[in-house]
């Protein structure tokens, strides 16, 4: 970051760096002087865009809430029964992580440590899951097209599953699964799931 | 007279739920009639922005009202 940088530049930037770090290491393992040696300034340059470490941090979170993923086109996109909108949300919210991996890194880290912000964005981001299952179950079991289920289980199992498949993908690059292309392995995972909560499909209406 | 056709309760909800209802609550509208939509999810205005864009459909008024978010949509 030698070359002469806007405002907005440099703070981009700044971010840009510290997210990588904050990847790699957790808030608690990166010092403000790290990231500054990462962009070649001094401290003071970080602290005239950002008070404290902890305000880069969560400017780095929230930088990525206000890039959260659209579902509208996941939902206009195609036919409106469960199983065809959860694998359409499911593919939008894994290319969004895939592009994106050092956010399930902080995530890992943030568990760790406990952090109370960070814990309730990650927690928000799966959250849309959890909404879309639970009403799902909820309505579907009555009209017998799924199962009398656990669903916070089922949603958990769900969870469990995306994420891992993420996991394997984009963190550890598992050789298992090497050759099976992300959205193939979510597929799957989600055949699965509709499986385990006794799915049963039933068109209502057509494509949108 | 009301302003609106049929109402969506979407509050408490998270994308895509509020959509996905959105959707199919415009589809039993004829055209020209309005659905009002309440919800609590910020991102909802965003959703709702797009959500029209997408589908044709008019938002005719998108307002705060405290905690909640009241959106119009004409069918087109």
Request: aromatic share 8%; charged share 25%.
């Amino acid at each position: 970051m030698s070359k002469r940088l806007s405002a907005g530049q440099r703070r981009a930037a700044i971010l840009q760096a510290a997210k990588a770090l904050f990847a790699e290491n957790g808030l608690h393992g990166v010092s403000v002087d790290a990231i500054a040696e990462r962009l070649n300034v001094s401290p003071a340059t970080l602290y005239k865009h950002f008070a404290s470490k902890e305000a880069l941090y969560e400017a780095v979170i929230n930088a990525t809430a206000c890039n959260r993923e659209s579902y509208v086109d996941a939902v206009l996109r195609g036919p409106s029964d469960f199983a065809s909108v959860l694998r359409r949300i499911a593919r939008t919210f894994v290319d969004s992580v895939a592009a994106d991996p050092d956010f399930l890194r902080m995530e890992m880290h943030a568990v760790l440590e406990g952090n109370p912000f960070a814990g309730r964005f990650f927690e928000n981001r799966w959250k849309h899951f959890a909404d879309y299952i639970e009403m799902g179950i909820r309505e579907l079991a009555p009209l017998g097209q799924a199962a009398t289920v656990d669903v916070p289980s089922a949603t958990l199992l769900f969870q469990g599953m995306l994420r891992e498949a993420l996991y394997a993908k984009c963190v550890y690059q598992s050789e298992q699964y090497r050759d099976i292309p992300l959205h193939r392995l979510v597929d799957r995972c989600i055949d699965l799931f509709l499986r385990a909560i006794g799915y049963r499909e039933r068109r209502l209406e057509g494509a949108a | 007279m009301a302003e609106f056709d049929a109402e969506l309760d979407a509050r408490g909800l998270n994308c895509p739920l509020p959509i996905l209802r959105a959707k199919k609550s415009i589809n039993e509208l004829s055209s020209g009639q309005v659905l009002k939509i309440v919800a609590t999810d910020p991102g909802a205005v965003k959703d709702f922005e797009a959500f029209c864009k997408q589908t044709g459909n008019e938002l005719v008024s998108s307002k705060e009202q405290g905690s909640e978010f009241v959106f119009m949509i004409r069918k087109q």
